[in-house]
């Protein structure tokens, strides 16, 4: 079963702009990680949110977490043409050893 | 540079044939684990294992298993491949207790015909 959920599916911006990507999960967690995905490669890992923080930087990436609303959106800035790639985000809920569940995607495209 | 090594990049194997899936880590993590990932489904956990000797199911562990005879080897194992096992196979691994997330390996795309 699906955990996470990304939203859109597919974005399409160009290049300089801000991309943002959502991510909504079903069950309480103990972390939210984002991952990026270069067209048929491995997924590498981006930032890792704990439930107890409710906002996260690294470099141009910011990640917000909302475990109320159970969501978590990841935001973009300056967006460069070597941002186009996959993005998955991935929950844990095991309280103990990690075990993650990814959502299918948010396919991003930067415009040159 | 730590990583995560699979074996093959490509592979066509036909119905019927055991597949064989080598993952290779060099971070002396406690944990590894295989997903299969198919257009519009994302990720898919197979098995996992937190320990040598160890091995948890999955989501879809039917029609595989695995094995970790050495902590930095983890081998997928398809018995009798069949072609709705055509995917591209993806292995990580991470660290037990950190947190950090997890580092994958390029994919094996298997082709099976």
């Known amino acids: 079963s699906q955990q996470g959920e990304e939203d859109p599916q597919a974005l399409s911006i160009q290049e300089g702009e801000n991309a943002t990507m959502n991510c909504s999960y079903k069950t309480s967690i103990n972390n939210l990680q984002w991952y990026r995905q270069n067209s048929g490669r491995g997924l590498v890992h981006l930032i890792l949110?704990?439930?107890?923080?409710r906002e996260k930087h690294s470099g141009r990436l910011r990640v917000t977490l909302d475990t109320s609303k159970k969501s978590s959106s990841l935001l973009i800035t300056a967006s460069r043409a070597a941002d186009t790639a996959s993005y998955f985000c991935?929950?844990?809920?095991?309280?103990?050893?990690?075990?993650?569940?990814f959502g299918t995607g948010t396919r991003l495209t930067i415009i040159p | 540079d730590v990583k995560v090594t699979q074996s093959s990049r490509y592979l066509v194997k036909r119905t019927g044939e055991k597949v064989f899936l080598e993952c290779v880590q060099d971070?002396?993590?406690?944990?590894m684990f295989w997903y299969r990932q198919d257009p519009g489904l994302g990720l898919r956990l197979i098995y996992f294992s937190y320990d040598v000797k160890m091995k948890e199911k999955g989501d879809i562990p039917e029609g595989y298993s695995v094995s970790r005879e050495k902590k930095e080897r983890f081998s997928l194992i398809l018995e009798s491949a069949s072609t709705n096992q055509t995917s591209m196979y993806l292995c990580a691994s991470s660290s037990q207790g950190q947190g950090d997330g997890y580092t994958f390996g390029s994919g094996t795309r298997l082709t099976v015909v």
């Open positions: 949110i704990r439930s107890n923080e």
């Open positions: 991935a929950t844990d809920t095991n309280f103990g050893n990690e075990k993650l569940t």
């Open positions: 971070m002396d993590h406690e944990n």
